[in-house]
């Protein structure tokens, strides 16, 4: 099981990134994906998940609106878009597999993931 997350960069405030998250070793209607980050000097934290039906959807209050996941289950990657970008969103992101709930639900608890992927950096300027 390996997950690849990319597409991190520098950007202004205001702006948008696409992070990807390729998956190998599993499909993804087997696992509920969750997206992380954790910024310096900081716990990991939630952003949003996707049910491993695709059907469930969580987004922290934080970036709630501006970001959206989706998933594509030919290329098995799932996205992470990001629109209205602030500096308090600079983190390394990462994303991660669990199978911990239900097929049509997810939590954004970094403890119920079980594989995680490396991660990607977001950097954003005022």
């Known amino acids: 099981v390996q997950l690849q997350a990319s597409g991190g960069g520098l950007v202004q405030a205001g702006g948008s990134l696409r992070l990807s998250c390729a998956v190998s070793?599993?499909?993804?209607?087997?696992?509920?994906i969750g997206w992380f980050r954790q910024a310096p000097g900081k716990e990991r934290e939630g952003v949003s998940c996707i049910s491993s039906r695709g059907d469930g959807k969580v987004y922290v209050d934080s970036v709630k609106g501006r970001f959206a996941m989706s998933r594509d289950k030919a290329k098995n990657t799932v996205y992470l878009q990001m629109n209205g970008l602030k500096p308090e969103d600079t983190a390394l992101y990462y994303c991660?597999?669990?199978?911990?709930?239900?097929?049509?639900?997810?939590?954004?608890?970094?403890?119920?993931?079980?594989?995680w992927g490396q991660g990607t950096l977001v950097t954003v300027s005022s």
């Open positions: 070793g599993f499909t993804l209607t087997n696992y509920a």
């Open positions: 991660a597999a669990g199978s911990t709930w239900s097929v049509h639900s997810c939590r954004v608890t970094v403890t119920d993931y079980q594989y």
